[in-house]
């Protein structure tokens, strides 16, 4: 048993080569090329992608997100998540096997390096067995300083989406950015050194509610009892039956063995496959751990339109909608109104009811020319506005007093609600305002 409290039973985990090694191979290097290159990648001078923290302004493939575009966060955040609980069902936790950091980390440089240093499972247990000695000593130090810089370089790529990977590689980043650095860096080196699977049994939400979104349709990594059991004795190596060799076992990075059944610790890494079918290649006979389902192990045809997977793919392509409508009717400029501090309304000396406001104006878009704005008021006919007109430059925010006044009269509300809207050649803009008077309009001569 593996334990984050108490006994700890330390995993060692034999390296193994196969169809599915490779597979994972291929999928860490397009990722690791996605987290280091992207951030480098730059559009109409922007960031491929960025979250810039101290302006909190989200580049995406030369658009820029703001506060103001928090509902885009939103819909983001759901498309992941009804995609990871769509992909689930169908084929179960691909994620963790195949793309999660903590695996890909893991795979792609904790064990190879530890290999390296130490060498495979046989010689590291050996090595320990013996007790404390000097070449026990130097070649841990040597794989956790390694280690330590794995972490500080995974660490320094990650934070490149959120300070800019020239800013910071070129070590001209802010203080916050590189203390964030330095916490990463020991999380990961924590992680990689002693907590590995400890996370994805105790700390990821995922392992925990997987069940949740499989069934017995979900094609998930499995024993094949009809075939492997019984296992062991002589026969069974030429009946195709499991001969216990363990292979399957001293492979999994969970420390689990996969002929027990379905295990909330299993990562489907499909190592496990791979070993299996290094050991009954040999003896002719197809594996006996394979990509399979319940339905499947039962007789019946799996399918992969199902009442959960029917509601995930719809869910999906309801966000995709409503998100792709959102991003086609979105202006690449921002608009506020905001009512000057300290003054509610104000009644002018020719009796015309005054309102001051800011209004501010940000231009988002990247394009090289200036942007004009202009700005109309409806909802009030009479209404007398002063405001002007706006150029800016790419990235340019300006602030600017907006008026407007009113005839007095007895018919006047105290509240009347008004449109701003700002337009430019990007599209138009409309912000919801109101006009304030008080008791007194009409026979008031006194300001406010
Ligand atoms: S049981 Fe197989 S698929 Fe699951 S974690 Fe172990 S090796 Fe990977
Ligand atoms: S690798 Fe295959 S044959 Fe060996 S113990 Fe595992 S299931 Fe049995």
């Not at 966060?73 to 009804?82: G, N, P, Y």
């Not at 689930?88 to 195949?98: A, K, Q």
């Not at 020319?369 to 008021?377: M, N, T």
């Amino acid at each position: 048993m593996v334990g984050f409290s108490g006994s700890r039973k330390w995993i060692y985990v034999q390296s193994i080569e196969g169809k599915f090694t490779t597979i994972r191979r291929w999928t860490f290097l397009a990722l690791h090329i996605v987290l280091f290159v992207l951030p480098w990648i730059r559009i109409n001078e922007d960031p491929a992608l960025l979250f810039e923290l101290q302006t909190r302004r989200l580049f995406v493939l030369g658009a820029v997100f703001t506060a103001a575009d928090t509902i885009f966060l939103l819909i983001i955040l759901l498309f992941a998540t009804f995609t990871l609980f769509f992909v689930t069902s169908l084929f179960g936790r691909l994620w963790c096997g195949y793309a999660c950091p903590q695996t890909v980390f893991l795979e792609a440089w904790i064990r190879p390096v530890e290999k390296w240093i130490e060498g495979d499972r046989s010689r590291r247990l050996r090595r320990e067995r013996m007790g404390i000695s000097f070449d026990l000593v130097w070649r841990k130090a040597a794989k956790w300083t390694v280690f330590l810089l794995v972490a500080f370089v995974l660490s320094m790529a990650m934070m490149s989406y959120f300070a800019g990977a020239r800013e910071l590689w070129s070590f001209n980043g802010g203080r916050v950015e590189y203390t964030l650095v330095a916490i990463f860096t020991l999380a990961w080196f924590f992680d990689f050194a002693w907590f590995r699977e400890q996370f994805c049994n105790y700390l990821c939400p995922y392992a925990r509610f997987q069940g949740a979104l499989t069934d017995d349709e979900t094609i998930q990594i499995s024993y094949l009892p009809d075939r492997g059991e019984p296992r062991g004795g002589k026969e069974a190596a030429a009946d195709g039956r499991c001969i216990d060799c363990g292979k399957c076992v001293v492979v999994c990075p969970a420390g689990i063995d996969i002929r027990d059944g379905f295990q909330l610790e299993c990562i489907a890494c499909a190592r496990c496959i791979d070993a299996c079918v290094s050991v009954m290649d040999k003896l002719e006979h197809p594996t006996l751990v394979d990509y399979t389902s319940v339905a499947a192990m039962e007789g019946r045809k799996p399918r992969l339109l199902r009442p959960r997977t029917f509601v995930y793919g719809a869910m999906l392509a309801g966000l995709i909608v409503v998100g792709g409508a959102m991003v086609w009717g979105r202006v690449p400029f921002e608009a506020t109104v905001n009512r000057a501090p300290g003054s509610l309304y104000t009644i002018d000396a020719d009796g015309l009811v005054r309102n001051t406001y800011f209004l501010k104006i940000t231009n988002n878009s990247s394009a090289e020319e200036p942007v004009l704005y202009r700005v109309r008021v409806d909802g009030l006919p009479e209404a007398e506005v002063v405001v002007q007109d706006l150029e800016l430059a790419s990235r340019e925010s300006r602030t600017v007093p907006l008026v407007i006044r009113v005839p007095a009269s007895d018919d006047l509300l105290r509240t009347i609600p008004l449109q701003v809207y700002v337009t430019s050649t990007d599209g138009e803009l409309i912000v919801d305002a109101t006009f304030k008077t008080g008791a007194e309009i009409g026979t008031a001569t006194t300001a406010r």
